[in-house]
């Protein structure tokens, strides 16, 4: 790999292989992948790559997944929710073992991606976390996590990715249908969201269309300018 996260230029990515070198199911409806890249590019926090599974008739499907791992990791690693009659998602969950090699084609993405000195605000949901995780990873890394404000929402500590990690790295975490000591359960207010704001620039938004929607409201009705919002949504294909 060449480059560094200030210099990352603008590349046409081609098609490579990836082999599987980690897999585990993290929660009952996801599995993370950690991949070994051949010819790999090096990436930003937010970017993604394009897997594409081939049958032997050579019909082909392909899925785009979010990277969750720092550009120093010397493996990628992907976080894919296993979605019912999900062509893409169901294959890498239940068939894909340790060893198997897939076509890759990476990293994408620039307008959904942190520079990594701008003051930003991370609001994601569900699976959506995984931007955040590759972004406050390469803050730790950078030395730079006070750039960084991540809030991440779910049902529960236990269905959301990445939930002690991002604990530890001091996310504020909100739980739609668990209670804790400090908190109801219930979706994240305005009046919880607002402070969270102060002296960010930028504020992130990545999880499925409907958390989209609302998280994208919840900042405008927060004051933040409609231009310092970037969403990443996602819809049922798998």
Not at 118 to 126: D, E, M, S, W
Not at 149 to 166: I, K
């Amino acid at each position: 790999m060449s480059g560094s996260i200030d210099g990352v230029r603008a590349l046409e990515t081609t098609w490579t292989t990836g082999r599987i070198i980690e897999k585990d199911l993290p929660t009952p409806s996801t599995v993370r992948l950690r991949m070994h890249v051949e010819d790999r590019h090096r990436h930003r926090p937010g970017q993604h790559y394009l897997i594409r599974l081939r049958a032997p008739d050579d019909y082909t499907a392909q899925r785009s997944y979010s990277i969750a791992s720092d550009e120093d990791d010397p493996l990628v690693e992907f976080l894919v929710e296993r979605l019912p009659d999900g062509e893409v998602s169901e294959f890498l969950a239940d068939v894909a073992e340790v060893g198997d090699v897939l076509e890759m084609r990476g990293p994408i993405g620039r307008w959904f991606t942190w520079d990594t000195t701008t003051p930003a605000l991370c609001l994601v949901g569900g699976t959506g976390v995984v931007p955040a995780v590759a972004m406050a990873r390469t803050a730790r890394r950078l030395g730079r996590s006070p750039l960084l404000r991540v809030v991440a929402t779910g049902r529960s500590p236990q269905e959301l990715p990445y939930a002690d990690e991002l604990a530890r790295a001091g996310a504020t975490l909100a739980w739609t249908r668990t209670a804790t000591d400090t908190r109801a359960a219930g979706p994240l207010t305005a009046d919880e969201l607002a402070p969270l704001l102060a002296g960010t620039d930028i504020a992130f938004v990545c999880g499925s269309a409907r958390f989209a929607a609302y998280a994208e409201e919840l900042l405008l009705d927060c004051g933040v300018e409609p231009g310092a919002i970037r969403v990443e949504r996602f819809g049922p294909t798998g």
